[in-house]
């Protein structure tokens, strides 16, 4: 099907829009700081790690015809748009992220047929599809890199960075999955190195190359036309490189990501993608941002940049309890909740006049979030899930939900290493040892940060395998599947996933949530997150306790009183002016001045 939206705009006018209200001219007396409209802004994005969704052939790995047997439920949560992990043909060193042919699907995922079903599927019930776009780097075992490793004089041998052996060893360049951390690796059959940031595997593209740009931009066309709604664009700030591979500059005092992301010609080269593809289309675009700093915010998303739409910043994630400038280990004194809300704040800051943001707490790459920013213990757990889902949903924002987040899955705390299955966990595990590192502390570790606790199969109901799979998972379930399912949530109206639905209606119903201004309240307070979201003449109060002791805060100055629009435990907070919150409660009042 023709998406392109030349083609789209006169269907637009003839037909009523199923998706979200598409984007709507500014509406009149709106204050002035408020954003552009959109329809991108307006949605609840949905991730869908496919591998651990639904299994529906019992070869233990989730698939595409799974997905499309569960899309009732998703459908059911309220969600306007699914964003899918890559699907595409892989050898899955790194989970599909190292893809070997842009333009076919897995065949453990299904067949080309599975995912058009999974898109019409989806598409007649008013959902739209992100699809991910690897492009920073390939799989070894995609064609274009077995040809440009097969001699210095092939066509494509251009399409990757060789440095050649006589040159001596390349400048160090840091990988985020090698076993030696080395991102240089000697090929011996043409003598040369050759540049990975992620895993042996995963040789970077060569953007320099302008053939490359036109093979990505083809590829970007194919789905599009198809019908996909977008693209999640995996480290896409890498891109670019100082091919003279100069030594790490000093000013970035060893910090490799922070200079990946600042690639000479990364801007020219989103300008240039979004003048031949992305323009074309009424589509969405989120970047994956590692290494993108507050400043360089906006050159990737203002609107008259003519580059994405969104990006994730990982500013939260890569700190919150983790050890600074290390983030394979905990550290769980590295958690403050107004270090929290300051950084939630400068975000929204940023976004404030120009561009636009994105809020999540979990996904493929993080463990649990209601592990790590709420309390899984089985008296907290349900309490704090739906906090973290209040604020993620009162954000100004789109907003990301993790699958499983919105039942409250928790982290699995792997303790052998057997249990692993993500090769980052495993060959920096198996680094330490070769050098003698302390193991123990190493597992303690990944037992709260690994990425495998975010990618356990989703828990449908209390039967064998968590109703994932008849055969064998290819990674365990957790064993709190027998508490924690979709069954048992359905049947139980103070669940974490009614409550997210009811969520969802909430910021569905309230645009103000979606473009309403933010504002931080109590800045210090170390136990409560509060903040007001206003938009013409209409305030809403945000109050979140991050403590298993709650926590006290007020109304802002004013305000005399509150309507509870939505409360996550059955007592209410409001002692007059004053909120006196029970643990991990989260509340959302409308306020009034008398
Ligand atoms: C980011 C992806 O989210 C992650 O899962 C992957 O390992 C790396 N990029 C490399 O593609």
């Known amino acids: 099907m023709k998406r392109r939206l030349e083609l789209l705009l006169p269907l637009l006018a003839a037909c009523a829009h199923t998706a979200p209200p598409a984007t709507t001219p500014n509406p009149p007396a709106v204050e002035i700081s408020t954003p552009r409209r959109a329809w991108w802004k307006q949605v609840v994005v949905y991730q869908v790690y496919p591998r651990s969704f639904q299994d529906s052939d019992n070869n233990g790995v989730g698939?595409?015809?799974?997905?499309?047997?569960?899309?009732?439920?998703?459908?059911?949560?309220?969600?306007?748009?699914?964003?899918?992990?890559?699907?595409?043909?892989?050898p899955n060193d790194d989970n599909g992220y190292d893809i070997s042919d842009y333009r076919a699907i897995m065949p453990e995922m299904g067949t080309m047929a599975d995912f058009d079903s999974l898109l019409q599927g989806l598409h007649r019930r008013g959902i739209k599809l992100v699809m991910d776009l690897v492009v920073n780097h390939t799989s070894d075992e995609h064609p274009w890199f077995q040809q440009s490793r097969s001699s210095r004089t092939n066509p494509y041998r251009d399409f990757y960075h060789w440095w050649p052996a006589e040159r001596g060893t390349p400048a160090k360049r840091w990988s985020f999955f090698d076993e030696e951390g080395s991102a240089w690796r000697y090929d011996s059959t043409t003598q040369a190195f050759y540049l990975h940031y992620f895993s042996r595997k995963q040789p970077d593209l060569k953007w320099e190359n302008p053939r490359v740009r036109r093979e990505v931009y083809d590829i970007m066309r194919f789905w599009f036309d198809k019908g996909v709604d977008g693209f999640r664009m995996d480290v896409i700030p890498f891109i670019s490189k100082d091919t003279t591979f100069p030594p790490l500059p000093a000013a970035y005092h060893?910090?490799?990501?922070?200079?990946?992301?600042?690639?000479?010609?990364?801007?020219?080269?989103?300008?240039?993608?979004?003048?031949?593809?992305?323009?074309?289309?009424?589509?969405?675009?989120?970047?994956?941002?590692?290494?993108?700093?507050?400043?360089?915010?906006?050159?990737?998303?203002?609107?008259?940049?003519?580059?994405?739409?969104?990006?994730?910043?990982?500013?939260?994630?890569?700190?919150?309890?983790r050890r600074p400038g290390n983030w394979l280990y905990p550290d769980s004194s590295n958690r403050s909740l107004?270090?929290?809300?300051?950084?939630?704040?400068?975000?929204?800051?940023?976004?404030?006049?120009?561009?636009?943001?994105?809020?999540?707490?979990?996904?493929?790459?993080?463990?649990?979030?209601?592990?790590?920013?709420?309390?899984?213990?089985?008296?907290?757990?349900?309490?704090?899930?739906?906090?973290?889902?209040?604020?993620?949903?009162t954000m100004r924002a789109t907003p990301y939900i993790y699958d499983g987040d919105e039942l409250g899955m928790a982290n699995i705390r792997f303790t052998d290493i057997r249990d692993y299955r993500d090769l980052m966990t495993i060959n920096y595990y198996n680094r330490l040892k070769r050098e003698g590192g302390d193991l123990r502390e190493f597992l303690a570790g990944q037992a709260e940060l690994s990425r495998d606790n975010g990618r356990t199969p989703m828990q449908w109901s209390a039967d064998s395998n968590a109703g994932f799979t008849a055969g064998v998972p290819w990674i365990r379930i957790n064993p709190d599947y027998r508490m924690v399912n979709v069954a048992a949530e359905e049947r139980d109206t103070g669940s974490v996933l009614h409550y997210f639905r009811r969520m969802i209606q909430l910021r569905k119903s309230e645009p103000l949530l979606v473009y309403g201004k933010y504002q931080l309240l109590d800045r210090e307070n170390p136990e409560v997150f509060a903040y007001t979201r206003s938009l013409q003449g209409r305030t809403l109060m945000v109050a979140l306790s991050f403590s298993a002791k709650g926590g006290m805060t007020a109304l802002p100055a004013g305000y005399t009183s509150g309507k509870i629009l939505i409360n996550n435990l059955a007592s209410s907070p409001l002692q007059g002016t004053r909120l006196e919150l029970g643990a991990y409660q989260a509340v959302v009042l409308e306020l009034t001045r008398d």
């Open 338 to 393: 107004p270090a929290l809300k300051g950084i939630f704040t400068k975000w929204d800051s940023v976004f404030a006049t120009s561009g636009w943001g994105t809020v999540f707490l979990g996904n493929h790459d993080q463990s649990r979030m209601v592990s790590r920013y709420g309390n899984d213990t089985p008296r907290y757990r349900n309490a704090s899930a739906k906090m973290l889902q209040t604020l993620l949903l």
């Open 254 to 321: 060893g910090d490799y990501v922070a200079y990946y992301a600042k690639g000479p010609k990364v801007h020219e080269y989103l300008q240039e993608m979004n003048r031949e593809v992305l323009s074309k289309y009424d589509i969405m675009t989120v970047g994956e941002g590692g290494g993108v700093a507050v400043e360089d915010a906006l050159k990737f998303v203002a609107e008259d940049r003519h580059e994405l739409q969104t990006f994730f910043q990982f500013e939260l994630v890569d700190h919150w309890g």
């Open 63 to 90: 698939d595409l015809r799974g997905i499309v047997s569960r899309l009732n439920y998703i459908k059911s949560l309220g969600v306007d748009v699914v964003w899918l992990n890559p699907v595409y043909q892989s």
